[in-house]
């Protein structure tokens, strides 16, 4: 299906699209968008509203808060993608694997992967992080931890439909191994939904990672995060909006990009 196609039908997603890029070039190279350092303190400056010398003002103690936000993206949205990958590579992979095969493993998996979905995902980010600390392993650890059951689950429920097709007696009868079927023909059939769960997931772990760094259990300052950017900025909100202003905003926005992009996932070319 071609990038026209989906444009043609869902211009939403080119906006969300557009968004994307420029989040992704954030990402990517961030000292090409802010020239001025993230951390370089400057009493003399604290404070200033924005300017076009700081075009997001600086901070209390004279950052560039521009340079921040678009630091700080690397960061947020760095942790927060590589988190899900490793969990949508793990829990997807023990799904998969767990709903073809069945058996005891399947059902203690699966009582496992119950048993961590029962909390919360931002107390038990928050339990984890608080137990092992703040910093940014930690920080990968608990997103990790919170979304594979989610993952699993996914992968688990594809892989039993999936079993269950003629397809998959057809393979064994033509003398295919299990490993052999399940990586030509189980595999490509549970991928996209594991993706999907991705693409669904992400605008949700990214509201955990802002707020356990706004409790200031995400990454050590001064590294720039957007939660933490949000905590620093609440002290001084009546006199300083712009400190929170931005960071809500970038935060906003990176969320709708994805979350446009998972709703034409999931409506399909042919919706409107």
């Not at 608080?130 to 990968?140: D, F, M, R």
């Not at 931005?246 to 034409?264: D, E, N």
Request: aromatic content about 8%.
């Amino acid at each position: 299906m071609s990038f026209a196609r989906w444009h043609r039908i869902t211009p939403g997603l080119a906006f969300g699209l557009v968004l994307l890029a420029a989040f992704a070039a954030m990402v990517a190279v961030p000292g090409l968008i802010a020239h001025q350092s993230p951390i370089a303190i400057e009493p003399a400056r604290a404070l200033q509203p924005p300017s076009g010398a700081h075009w997001f003002g600086t901070d209390d103690v004279g950052r560039d808060v521009f340079a921040r936000v678009i630091h700080g993206a690397r960061v947020t949205l760095g942790l927060v993608a590589g988190s899900l990958l490793i969990a949508a590579v793990l829990g997807g992979g023990l799904g998969l694997v767990a709903g073809y095969l069945g058996g005891i493993a399947d059902l203690a998996a699966g009582r496992l992967a119950d048993m961590v979905l029962t909390f919360p995902p931002v107390i038990a980010g928050v339990v984890i992080t608080g137990v092992l600390g703040p910093g940014a392993g930690n920080l990968v650890l608990a997103l990790s931890v919170v979304y594979l059951p989610t993952f699993f689950r996914i992968a688990r429920s594809g892989a039993i439909a999936e079993a269950a097709r003629p397809y998959v007696e057809a393979g064994r009868a033509c003398g295919s191994s299990e490993l052999a079927i399940l990586r030509r023909h189980i595999l490509p059939n549970v991928l996209p939904l594991v993706v999907l769960q991705y693409v669904i997931l992400f605008p949700l772990a990214l509201q955990i990672e802002a707020a356990l760094g706004f409790l200031g259990l995400g990454v050590a300052p001064p590294t720039p995060d957007w939660g933490a950017i949000l905590e620093q900025g609440k002290n001084f909100i009546l006199v300083a909006w712009w400190l929170s202003l931005w960071p809500g905003l970038f935060l906003l926005a990176s969320a709708v990009a994805v979350g446009m992009l998972g709703r034409a996932l999931q409506s399909g070319p042919g919706s409107g």
